[in-house]
């Protein structure tokens, strides 16, 4: 009988044998960097609770994106913050509305190099910050609110979009898209789910780069956090009113759900490294209190362990270049 014991460290002995059997990798093209445009700036704006990270103008977000696909960055998630907000957001389906501007600009940019995708909501562009159309007594109107993201996503679609991704939680919102687009001739244009969207806390530094209005939350649309079946439940629906793509977020909270949604998925699975996990890294880091690098590497890699085949992520030109040193 053989005494001796298991010698799993084996495998461990030297930075190239870990490399060899390493389980998970990332590769910059699994990688998607959301960026910002506000309509009003003439010159990038920093944003105070995500540093490194700006508000940009036409022409700086152009660079951003050029220095993104030059990276090996799989693709860009534009978020428009316009001039002019009411009750709802007319400028968010306005042929001349910053984001399709912005589009037009990087399809013509980068387009060829990565792919251009478009955030579909409205709460950037409405006077409340909700991410739909209230009744008179304030609560969201799912139906009305499917009639203008209908519209976003034609007039997305047609300013080039490749990729939309449908980020309000409204019920149907899926296949009310998907019918109009293939009514429209853009069928080939691809959406992402934001299947398993929590209420969460850690969204706070995002609602500062976008200049939100919100009052209030967003808890009668968005998931309760303590609920895994019910991310199932919404994945399941979107899958069969025929989303392209799925996604879980935030990712860092929620690997659990991310991996149920993974190891039943017919379609690629996506996570958002959202506001509140950056921050607090970044924080944690400038403090010296963590090695900012590899809590970096740490925190993508455990994302896509769990089974994400993407990452949006706000340090994806920065982890694309170390990945690619």
Known sequence: MNSLPERPRRLRQSPA????VSETRVDPAQLVLPLFVNEDLTEKRAIGS??????????????????AAEAGVGGVMLFGIPTVRDAVGSQADAP???????????????????VVQTDLCLDEFTDHGHCGVLTEDGAVDNDATLERYVSMALAQAEAGSMLLGLSGMMDGQVGAIRAA????????????AYSAKYASAFYGPFREAVDSQLQGDRRTY?????NRREGMRETLLDLAEGADIVMVKPAMSYLDVLADVAA?????VWAYQVSGEYAMIEAAAANGWIDRRRAIEESVIGIRRAGADAVLTYWATELATWLRA
């Open 17 to 20: 044998m870990r490399r060899l």
């Open 50 to 67: 995500m540093p490194g990270v700006f508000q940009h103008t036409l022409d700086s977000l152009r660079a951003a994106a050029t220095e």
């Open 96 to 114: 001349e509305g910053i984001l399709q501007r912005a589009t037009r600009a990087l399809q013509a940019e980068v387009g060829d190099a990565l």
């Open 181 to 192: 687009l293939d009514r429209a001739g853009h069928i080939d244009t691809a959406l992402l």
């Open 222 to 226: 968005q998931l309760d956090p303590g």
């Open 264 to 268: 039943m998925s017919t379609v690629p």
